[in-house]
């Protein structure tokens, strides 16, 4: 269960200046990085594939350690056990790791949120921490290697939220049971607590509005509490502007929550720390228990013919084919069209072990970029109620292939649903997948690109919102299947 601010749809996150040379990542249609978490043991477990038969190395008083597997993406055979030693402090970390097909080297490490990266002195990795498990893509030697972990003995690696969005940083999770709040210096109260709805399924906007009361009008913090079973404690930056009193009207998402009645309770701190009284409210989520997780082929599929065809004269076509002599493996390249225009084309393809995988595109005017080697996009499933943070470099190229250089994206992705959608072509059960792209190119030209997209299993994009415009599905076709 989670609470994220409506604003952190827009935010962006770079997982680690030190990337540079970095150029594998994930991009959905809309890009995107995320590394499948896979299961394993707790403290004191191990991972199938070789990571119990590493012999124990002497570790300081202080330090951790993952073990597991690691396995090269393009060639199965070429697979190993896997392990980190390492020490936290905050959002950095430092220790010895194994590169695959190699040695045990010295690390230095970063932690954004649940997104963590290494730079030893020739390699670069990015993980994803899913509480003692640890996922990972690892660069070496230009191949590329899937990883995955369990904590072995000490501490796993601990999550830093970092401070991207206007508010609704995560404070806390299970806190303790709310208490009184305590003697102002000035009076501080809040009052007229209304939400708006009260009701709706996942992920619907609830605007919170409160009356606050504050002499000094120095308020500076929303703080909002879950008080269901599982509590979660979140704060919001707010300024009072001077105004006493003051009307503040907030929109906040309400994600991954069972169906039911949740309690909610809201006060309100300012610059001195002193805390408000609280006012509680309920919502109600309506509608079946979501998904934890969705199959990406499925919400996603890529087929040669597929077409798409939506209202305000948008439309997608795949086409299998190759791009010698930059890429030289099949894959699908993904036109996009509006009234008959060609204005941008990706190319993708699933792997042995179906992550999506992103080789480059082509812009408006013809010009292409590719990425060496092929980045990885999405695993197999993605978990809803997330957000994902990547980083890639592009070589980029005019109409005749003459190089230019490099550009860039910093992307953040985030899945949200279920969500009903009702469109020309019929009613769909939809996740819904929010880009948020900033992006350099070789001529130093800058700029963010927002899109969002809603997917249905064994159909793809249903509905996508891009530069002000709503694009709704009129028919398809999806491996030969027609709809409506």
Request: glycine share 10%; proline share 5%.
């Amino acid at each position: 269960m989670k609470i994220d601010n409506l604003s952190k749809g827009m935010g962006q996150i770079k997982i680690g200046n030190f990337i540079k040379y970095v150029s594998f990542l994930m991009v959905l249609i809309f890009g995107g990085l995320f590394i499948v978490a896979c299961g394993g043991s707790g403290a004191g477990g191990g991972v199938e594939g070789g990571g119990s038969n590493i012999p124990p190395a002497p570790l300081p008083s202080n330090a951790n350690e993952y073990r597991g597997s690691y396995i090269n993406r393009n060639n199965p055979s070429d697979s190993g056990p896997w392990k980190m030693i390492f020490t936290q402090n905050n959002k950095d970390f430092s220790g010895t790791v194994t590169v695959p097909s190699s040695s045990d080297e010295s690390f230095d490490g970063s932690i954004l949120n649940n997104a963590a990266t290494i730079q030893t002195s020739n390699d670069n990795a990015v993980m994803i921490i899913d509480g003692n498990n640890l996922a990972a893509t690892f660069q070496t030697n230009g191949q590329i290697y899937n990883i995955s972990a369990s904590l072995f003995s000490g501490q796993a690696l601990q999550p830093v939220a970092g401070d991207v969005f206007s508010g609704g940083n995560p404070i806390a999770e299970n806190p303790p049971p709310p208490t009184l709040p305590t003697t102002s210096t000035h009076s501080l109260v809040i009052s007229n607590l209304t939400i708006s709805p009260s009701s709706g399924p996942q992920n619907t906007q609830i605007t919170f509005n409160i009356t606050i009361d504050d002499i000094n009008a120095d308020v500076t913090k929303f703080c909002v509490r879950i008080c269901s079973n599982d509590q979660y404690y979140y704060e919001y930056d707010i300024s009072m502007s001077g105004q006493n009193p003051f009307t503040l009207s907030l929109p906040i998402i309400i994600t991954n929550i069972a169906p039911g009645s949740i309690p909610i309770q809201v006060f309100v701190k300012d610059s001195a720390g002193n805390v408000s009284n609280y006012l509680n409210a309920t919502f109600t989520v309506t509608g079946g228990a979501a998904l934890d997780k969705i199959d990406t082929k499925e919400y996603w599929p890529l087929g040669d013919g597929n077409e798409y065809i939506f209202t305000n004269g948008g439309s997608i076509r795949m086409a299998e084919r190759n791009f010698a002599p930059w890429i030289t493996e099949n894959f699908f390249k993904i036109d996009y069209f509006i009234d008959g225009t060609f204005q941008k084309s990706l190319f993708q393809a699933y792997d042995f072990s179906d992550f999506l995988l992103h080789y480059g595109g082509e812009f408006m005017n013809k010009s292409f970029y590719i990425i060496t080697p092929s980045a990885t996009q999405f695993p197999k499933e993605m978990e809803i109620g997330k957000t994902y943070y990547f980083k890639y470099q592009r070589q980029e190229y005019d109409t005749s292939g003459f190089s230019h250089g490099s550009g860039s994206e910093d992307i953040q992705i985030s899945v949200m649903g279920p969500e009903s959608v009702t469109t020309g072509a019929g009613n769909f059960i939809t996740y819904k997948v929010k880009k948020v792209a900033t992006w350099t190119d070789r001529w130093g030209m800058q700029g963010v690109d927002t899109e969002d997209f809603w997917l249905a299993k064994n159909i793809g994009v249903v509905k996508r919102f891009s530069q002000g415009i709503t694009y709704e599905l009129s028919k398809a076709t999806v491996d030969g299947i027609k709809y409506p």
